[in-house]
């Protein structure tokens, strides 16, 4: 949205100011052109000058595609903005191409009359051939419809920085800043964050700091000083609710709520792991963190990654493993002995398109029915889903508090885009998380013996450390006496502990918060969501109503179990919508247990919904 329009001199021509509500900027290039670092920037400095922000990194699976092909093609995703926003924008409008591959495979995003800045250098015989492109689009009237603005950003940035003392091939991995430079101008923005990033990260190394703060500046300047461009654009600062915010991703949220779950929780955090895509930030964010009394162990496969956590909380501490649907699968039995122990634990899947190996760096919902049924025999597990990045922090330390007060293992259900995706964060108030008091068992208490399954009100456990005195008992996958704990394959006793394991999960429901509607309470339809759907069902429940559309949203975190009031809010419309990343898995469980009767809206292609793809669905049932 346009909101107003003024000029500018700058030493060559007129540049008009254009004042926009919210920009949508994609950069696009090869896996080695440094595009999620430039787009990394973009984000940070647009956070520091105060827009809302919300990003969506999209990067190739292959670790060495061929340089100029489009299995190599990365791109970064920012949308910016005065106001809030939820998702990083349907539309792009503008795009920054480094290179044929780039623009042919994201092009097709670019919204009509939007701003395309390709990198003409790159538009060789060699790599059009490499692209698969028959004709040069540069020459051949297909970009037409956008307003493209032809940079040698070789030729200017290898100019930038030849005094540098750096090789060739060293000054143009710093061509991603010449780009960046240029949308600084672009965009209004400040370069001096990145140049005192550009400093710290390379304090060592001065010749690179040089040249990337040479590549960043020229790139700026050749904004303000060529006729190519007529318009810049700004937006203004954003009014979100007044707070200390920081940026942060999905994987960051997770870390930083492990840490303070340990921490409310007086307990050693222990993460056992197998790196994985799109999991392995979670690792890597914690292994920064020994200072916390967090221990972070890189096991050899999945299975020792799972049963390592198993012996962590054995052995009394506060114990989480993070994987992906490849690596659940691995670790479902692994889970099943949790289960049937009750030992508390954070499985964190960050779900990736599937099956088997799948679509590892895009996105899905698609190990919903994994995470409900995926394990041998009766074995339920409490499931939780974040919304946002943000989401990620409390529902992580929501698991905690679940896990330690019910004696349970907790999944959460993320997914590459919440993971990978980043938006502003406030700094959550420490007097206001939840108090996770551990209770562990430290005597007999009269009893003549240790009584391991003696249960609380909530149906947890008694949890002993091994070594109390007095305290020994058996732990193991053989199914477990009541109370006792004692290897028992009577029948009746085998149906007693299916039962309590279920009405203890089933008891979970007591104390999590009722869901919320967005809109009215009642009417034709209610557009029903978990997980990172959250973004764009808001977004178009909110412009539709704003079109005097009789339609209102609420969104699942709890998965299992389910809210109370779920029900009783279904009932109250004619029609229910859930859209999903899958095959509409929410939808048959959801029948099941609530006898209702939605409307499945499907998405399977690695990439998030869009806001108008919900909007048009909801026009179509109204």
């Known amino acids: ?241 007044p707070g200390r915010y920081r940026k942060v991703t999905g994987n960051e949220a997770v870390a930083m709520g492990m840490v303070t779950a340990s921490r409310l929780a007086n307990k050693p955090l222990f993460y056992g792991s197998y790196p994985i895509t799109p999991a392995s930030d979670i690792l890597h964010e914690l292994s920064r963190h020994k200072n916390f009394d967090v221990r972070t162990f890189q096991a050899e496969d999945e299975i020792a990654a799972m049963t390592s956590v198993l012996g962590a909380s054995f052995a009394g501490a506060l114990a989480a493993t993070g994987t992906s649907g490849p690596g659940v699968a691995l670790k479902a039995e692994a889970i099943g002995l949790a289960i049937i122990t009750e030992l508390p634990m954070v499985v964190v899947n960050v779900q990736r398109g599937g099956p088997s190996t799948g679509l590892p760096t895009k996105t899905e919902q698609a190990d919903l029915n994994q995470a409900l049924f995926g394990r041998n025999g009766e074995a339920p597990c409490c499931i939780l889903a974040p919304a946002t990045p943000g989401d990620c922090f409390a529902m992580t330390v929501e698991a905690f508090r679940i896990a ?68 020994q008992h058996r732990i193991g996958g053989l199914e477990k006496k009541d109370v006792s704990g004692e290897v028992c394959y009577e029948p009746e006793n085998h149906s007693l502990m299916i039962h309590l394991r279920r009405k203890k999960i089933d008891g979970i429901a007591n104390t999590i918060p009722d869901m919320e509607v967005f809109g009215s309470e009642s009417g034709e339809l209610l557009v029903l969501g978990w997980g990172s759907t959250y973004g764009p069902i808001t977004s178009a429940v909110e412009n539709c109503r704003a079109k005097g559309m009789d339609v209102s949203s609420t969104h699942l975190r709890y998965i299992d179990p389910l809210p109370k009031n779920l029900g009783e809010i279904l009932s109250k419309f004619k029609k229910v919508l859930i859209p999903e990343m899958n095959m509409g898995q929410l939808t048959p469980y959801l029948r099941g247990k609530l006898s209702c009767e939605p409307i499945s809206m499907t998405k399977v292609v690695g990439k998030p919904f869009l806001i108008c793809e919900i909007e048009a669905k909801i026009a179509e049932l109204l």
């Not at 009893?447 to 609380?456: G, I, Q, S």
Request: proline share 5%.
């Open 404 to 471: 330690l007060e019910y004696m349970t293992p907790v999944m959460i259900l993320s997914d590459g885009y919440l993971a990978n995706g980043a938006e502003p964060w406030m700094l959550p108030d420490i007097s206001k998380l939840p108090k996770l008091a551990v209770k562990h068992a430290t005597s007999l208490n009269g009893a003549e013996h240790f009584l391991p399954y003696k249960r609380d009100e909530k149906l947890a456990r008694n949890w002993a450390i091994p070594g109390t005195p007095d305290l």
């Open 1 to 241: 949205m346009v909101v107003s329009t003024q000029t500018e001199n700058t030493s060559s021509t007129h540049v008009k100011i254009v004042e926009r509500e919210e920009i949508a900027v994609r950069f696009a290039g090869d896996s080695g052109d440094g595009m999620q670092l430039a787009g990394t920037q973009l984000t940070n400095t647009s956070a520091i000058f105060g827009n809302d922000v919300s990003t969506f990194p999209d990067y190739p699976a292959e670790i060495r595609a061929p340089v100029g092909t489009v299995f190599g093609v990365s791109g970064f995703q920012l949308n910016f903005g005065a106001h809030k926003l939820r998702t990083a924008g349907d539309k792009v409008n503008a795009l920054i191409a480094m290179n044929p591959a780039a623009l042919k495979m994201n092009v097709m995003d670019l919204e009509p009359g939007g701003l395309l800045v390709v990198n003409e250098d790159a538009f060789t015989d060699a790599n059009l051939k490499k692209a698969k492109c028959e004709t040069n689009a540069l020459d051949d009237g297909s970009l037409d419809k956008f307003r493209v603005i032809k940079v040698p950003i070789d030729k200017l940035n290898a100019e930038a920085c030849k005094d540098t003392g750096l090789t060739g091939r060293a000054v143009g991995r710093c061509k991603n800043f010449f780009a960046l430079g240029i949308s600084y101008w672009l965009f209004g923005r400040s370069m001096d964050t990145t140049l005192r990033w550009v400093e710290k990260k390379f304090a060592s190394k001065p010749a690179v700091a040089d040249a990337n703060a040479k590549a960043l500046r020229a790139g700026y300047y050749f904004g303000e000083t060529t006729d190519m461009f007529t318009e810049k654009y700004v937006v203004a600062p954003a009014k979100l609710p």
